[in-house]
């Protein structure tokens, strides 16, 4: 199923880099990586055999390792091909054995991909705006815990590994010496980024317990997706390796500040290059402002892929620089949707801040980008900006329990026709085990107060 020419490609990078092991890889719904090593020889073998497959309940797979069913993905747990994408072919940093890791599409036995893949889910999204003419480009931020060693399954903030000895429960916002604490391990960090090809910037103290975000670069969104994807996996394997562990959970700490992924979307005609947000006077746009109005209109339609634990919703308004609602503003903080400030064109775009960083990268990233074209397509008209604190704020409200959410998704006629009934049923039941799962433990606050009071 893969051209000559693409093999040909694969075996030459591979030679040259000394390549022993290559990792297959997919990303479930979880963003988790799955898939498989194998030796440099069976994997060309298997480019040119078309012997490279998975079987299709990876998708059916909760992040507790049950599996669902449905009318989608059956007992039979029929194969699906395995259709690696060179350009995501890159180094594994970590490894003694020279190893390659790459990305896999999945497709039918006829040729056809499987709409239920989180990457061609965003790859379905992303042909949308390609078809009116468009090109989206975006930028994540990461938002994340450093943990200790969890030997006593207790959650403590991580103590630090460099010199000064600074333990990190204080509030650190902006501290450059609680950077500094653990400069070894972003050293590592940013060393394994350089061979993966992931370029990442700005590194920031963020004001929970050893919390920190890390900045990736403006792209094209497939091409940021599968940075992400690696990303994650990457920043634990190096926290790993100095005995520590990151979390991108929302909300580990109730009290603390939470972690988001929040996404800055443009978008520029394929045409010339340029923003379709901002005029040439660098004026907001009907367009602009019609994406703005999607987001608000269809986020709470999506809000399982925005915020898909029950833990997700811990962060919202909490006042701790978490937004509540999906009001919008010039540099205002406390809105779900913020405009950057600035007078270039270019740079004019969207700060979705609902997401947290317990996301799918494919899927947050097409879900936003479908709001927003949804809101261009149908002319949408947004709320007024918002210039005051919108914490408070009833209206444009955010879903505030994950079955509200849940239940928003699977209802949505409009959502399921363009993200495929395959994937938003498939999606929605995965989800409603995992939250029964968590629901049918008991809580802390169930065995304190419940247990022996009632």
Known sequence: MLEDKKIVQFEKWLDHNNIEDVEIMVSDFAGISRGK???????????????????????????????????????????????????????????????ACVVCD???DDGSPTNI?????????????????????????????????????????????????KQLWDKGLYSMDGTDD????????????EIMNIPIDTLTQEAGPAQFEINMHHNDPLKVADQAFYFK????????????????MAKPYPDEFGSAMHIHQSVLAASDGKSIFADKNSKDTALFLSHIAGLQKYIPALM???APYANSYLRFGSSLSSPANLHWGLENRSVGLRVPAGDNRSARRVENRIAGSDVNPYLVIAASLLAGYLGMIENLKPSKPLTDSAYDLESFKLPEHFLTSLNNFTKSKLIKKML???FVTTFADVKKKEYLANFGVLSPWEIRYLLMNV
Do not use: H
């Open 37 to 99: 090593m194998v030796p440099k020889d069976k994997f060309i073998e298997g480019l040119r055999k078309d012997g490279l497959r998975m079987p299709e309940n990876l998708f059916s797979l909760t992040i507790d390792c049950d599996f669902i069913g449905n009318d989608f993905i059956t007992d039979v747990e029929e194969d699906l091909y395995l259709i690696p994408d060179i350009n995501t072919l890159t180094m594994v940093p970590w490894n003694i054995t020279p190893t």
């Open 106 to 108: 999945l497709v039918k």
């Open 117 to 165: 893949s989180p990457r061609q889910v965003l790859i379905n999204v992303l042909k949308l705006y390609k078809d009116k003419g468009w090109k989206a480009k975006v930028a994540p931020e990461f938002e994340f815990f450093l943990l200790a060693n969890q030997a006593d399954n207790e959650l403590a903030p991580c103590p630090p590994t460099g010199r000064s000895g």
């Open 182 to 193: 653990f400069s070894e391990l972003f050293e590592d960090v940013y060393q394994y980024c």
């Open 233 to 248: 996996r990457l920043i634990k394997q190096a926290a790993i390796r100095r005995g520590v562990f990151v979390s991108f």
């Open 304 to 306: 399982p892929i925005f």
């Open 420 to 422: 495929s009934e395959e």
